[in-house]
């Protein structure tokens, strides 16, 4: 069993910049790969960004250039930096650990870009 903990959401005006962190919990971290996705009021989860096991990263076409994912293996955590945010990125935000047919997500974060 593995618990995701997400953490950094808040409000922040367009054009800042938040870093959401996910700390996990539980098992060994280094084999899963890891995500952020995301869900608007009203619309369905999506994709944010994923990274490997190995550090390989993928971005929705949305965030590319502006968002980064990254993990460091030693504290168990995964981040997702995000800049240049814009009103549209407003939702909450979930971790995500996939490993095999297991599937875990935390519990989210909420972000709300607004001025």
């Known amino acids: 069993q593995v618990q995701l903990v997400e953490s950094g959401g808040g409000l922040v005006q367009p054009g800042g910049s938040l870093r959401l962190s996910c700390a996990a919990s539980g098992s060994i971290f280094r084999p899963f790969d890891m995500g952020w996705y995301r869900q608007a009021p009203g619309k369905q989860r999506e994709l944010v960004a994923t990274i490997t096991n190995g550090g390989s990263t993928n971005y929705a076409d949305s965030v590319k250039g502006r968002f980064t994912i990254s993990r460091d293996n030693a504290k168990n955590t995964v981040y997702l930096e995000m800049n240049s945010l814009k009103p549209e990125d407003t939702a909450v935000y979930y971790c995500?650990?996939?490993?095999?047919?297991?599937?875990?997500w935390g519990q989210g974060t909420q972000v709300t870009v607004s001025s």
């Open positions: 995500n650990g996939r490993l095999s047919i297991l599937n875990y």
